[in-house]
């Protein structure tokens, strides 16, 4: 079975940094796409960053502050987050869409169990 893994998370100062990680771990399935989720205290969970290939895309209000990247061999994505913000402030979940290397298998879609970013002002 797929299961996935978010380190990372904390507290950290407005204008701090944080690194994310998250770790898929099983096999027989290929990773086509990752994906960085957040959700804030009384909002609805909204997309960060994506990751397709060489393929990045990343929500309006971090453009330029984060960055999305992806180690195939290890079955890993970062989620490199500058400049913080208050409200930066959200859960944030790890998603990966895999291609699993069985007879039929269809595409599908993982989520992580969210790790905590907490900026301070």
């Known amino acids: 079975q797929v299961q996935l893994v978010e380190s990372g998370g904390g507290l950290v100062q407005a204008g701090g940094s944080l690194r994310l990680s998250c770790a898929a771990s099983?096999?027989?399935?290929?990773?086509?796409?990752w994906g960085w989720y957040r959700q804030a205290p009384g909002k609805q969970r909204e997309l960060v960053a994506t990751?397709?290939?060489?393929?990045?895309n990343y929500a309006d209000s971090v453009k330029g502050r984060f960055a999305i990247s992806r180690d195939n061999a290890k079955q890993t994505v970062t989620l490199q987050m500058n400049s913080l913000k208050p409200e930066d402030t959200a859960v944030y979940y790890c998603?990966?869409?895999?291609?699993?290397?069985?007879?039929?298998?269809?595409?599908?879609?993982?989520w992580g169990k969210g790790t905590l970013v907490t900026v301070s002002s």
């Open positions: 998603n990966t869409k895999i291609h699993p290397l069985v007879p039929g298998g269809q595409f599908r879609d993982y």
């Open positions: 990751i397709s290939g060489g393929s990045t």
């Open positions: 099983g096999n027989m399935f290929t990773i086509a796409a």
